[in-house]
């Protein structure tokens, strides 16, 4: 006797959930970001859910973060752990390579995501390992990441945090504000970041900036990584 379960038309309200990603290397405030990320979404009548998943991919400490957020309603939703190929609406990288890993992981897509990333250079494992000139073409990262993206913003955040003397988590959540990509005012991303209560001022200086590249659409050159010293 063969079991034949009804069919269900799928809840209309999955698709009006807000799925973010950030890639970044220990050390890059990711873990920063993604809480502030979580404090705007909560403050904006948003559920909201946050994982990381801790990895040696590409180099040591390298980590997805990954966020999803819906309004709330009578029902509680069930959100996913980790993000998944093709279903990705925002992606924020920390660094030129994390935004290749990113594309080569297929979470960039033409048809919906916003790709934010920082165009420094942070040597690989592979890279520094490789006899000579090991370092990677970031140009080659620039043009996949311009083909896969349905919106690219690159700047070299990490620059625009120190010169405001703070660090690129602060430009990037600028960014994120900049790009329009999640439905919160300019005003609700600055709360989240006093109510942190922690380099509150540097903080909001490097935001703005990130903020401006971001509205300005600015796409720098890839500076040159140096090579690592020998010995």
Not at 10 to 36: E, N, S
Not at 56 to 75: D, F, N, P, W
Request: net charge negative; proline share 6%; with cysteine.
């Amino acid at each position: 006797m063969n079991l034949v379960l009804p069919q269900k038309s799928p809840d209309p309200r999955v698709g009006d959930i807000i799925k973010l990603a950030v890639m970044a290397v220990g050390g890059q405030g990711g873990g920063v970001l993604t809480g502030w990320i979580e404090a705007l979404a909560r403050s904006r009548g948003y559920a909201c859910q946050a994982t990381s998943v801790a990895g040696v991919a590409q180099r040591t400490g390298a980590t997805i973060y990954y966020v999803e957020m819906a309004k709330k309603s009578e029902l509680e939703p069930v959100f996913a752990l980790a993000p998944a190929g093709g279903d990705v609406d925002v992606l924020i990288a920390a660094e030129m390579m994390e935004v290749g890993r990113a594309v080569m992981r297929g979470f960039v897509t033409p048809d919906r995501t916003t790709l934010i990333g920082s165009t420094h250079r942070a040597l690989a494992v592979s890279e520094k390992m490789a006899p000579g000139d090991g370092i990677a073409d970031a140009e080659e990262v620039r043009a996949a990441a311009e083909i896969a993206a349905q919106k690219l913003i690159l700047a070299d955040m990490d620059g625009l945090a120190v010169s405001e003397g703070s660090v690129i988590s602060s430009s990037l959540f600028g960014a994120l504000a900049g790009s329009g990509a999640l439905p919160f005012p300019r005003e609700a991303f600055e709360e989240a970041i006093r109510a942190s209560g922690k380099g509150v001022d540097a903080s909001l200086r490097a935001f703005a900036a990130g903020y401006d590249a971001a509205q300005n659409s600015t796409e720098e050159p890839v500076a040159p990584a140096k090579p690592p010293r020998p010995g």
